[in-house]
């Protein structure tokens, strides 16, 4: 009975997964790749990080969907997948006024926006530039610059990547032509066991960061976390919007509480935190079911 239970829910994830649609919004001087998924009066908006793609949610977005209560949509960040580059900005609010834009391109309602990593990073910006037009946000896994445990980060061998990303050109030239071999041996890094994320997925991913220009942009992510600090620090409005903070075991679980009272400092005061057991940073793939449940319970509270 068990074996045949997870049969159908795969069978069924793989039929709904074909009715994802491609698409690329043309929006003044800028264009932006996302997937879309369903035609819901509420929306679920859900940010990659880094190294990957829009394609980290692919398998996540039919188990999101419920009875076609939600829009689904993923973008691709500025620089990678199709998404373009019209200014020379990585800040996070930046981007995140990229993801503004497409929202209010598509006419999307009922807010509740998504992000893991680089993504959790966009999702807080958002959240401080736009809190009036969303029902909740969560970050998943991610530290936010200059917030709870970021200075003490930034001490430690665990963001050595930081460094590395920081020198500019060399980490290009040094990636350049081996994105398989980098992305493989981070993520695998970062991973609770070696095959916690398929080697098609690490493909893909090396696939859309393939040029100058979009390992450049991935870098550039990181270069901004000056800036990134300086607008996360400057912003204390108070924002009652629901937010939920999600730790790995094996990642940002020591922190979590530390993020909080630091966030609960900065004004945001309705927060919640769960954990992701025996999973390393890359929850959404790792560990999809469990991590589907803490999303799904969330959405639920917000969208109600």
Known sequence: MLLLFFSTTNFAQSSAEKDIED??????????????????????????????????????????????????????LRGING????????DKATLAKDVHKLIQYLKLKNVIIIGHDIGGMVTYAYARLYPK?????????VPL???????????????????????????????????????????RGHSASP???????????????????????????????????????????????????VGAEFSMKESLTITKDSLQSFGITNIRTAVVDKAGHYIVEEKAEETFKIISKFISEVAR
């Open 83 to 90: 998404s373009s580059i019209p200014t020379a900005e990585f």
């Open 133 to 141: 037009e969303i029902l909740g946000f969560a970050i998943l896994d």
């Open 195 to 245: 095959d916690a994320v398929a080697d098609t997925s690490i493909n893909s991913y090396a696939n859309s960061y393939s040029t100058y220009a979009s390992l450049n942009a991935g870098f550039e992510w990181y270069r901004a976390f000056g800036e990134d600090v300086s607008f996360n620090r400057s912003h204390k409005e108070k924002i009652n919007v629901p937010l939920l903070l």
């Open 145 to 187: 610059p200059g917030l709870g445990t970021w200075d003490q980060l930034m001490t430690t061998e665990h963001v050595w990547h930081f460094r590395l990303h920081d020198q500019k050109p060399l980490a290009e030239e040094l990636v350049l032509g081996k994105q398989d071999i980098y992305f493989r041996y981070f993520i």
């Open 23 to 76: 698409h690329i919004a043309k929006l003044d001087d800028q264009q932006i790749h996302y997937l879309k998924l369903g035609s819901g009066p509420k929306t679920l908006v859900l940010l990659h990080g880094w190294p990957e793609t829009s394609l980290m949610w692919k398998q996540m977005m039919p188990k999101l969907l419920g009875n076609n209560e939600y829009t689904i949509i993923t973008p691709d």
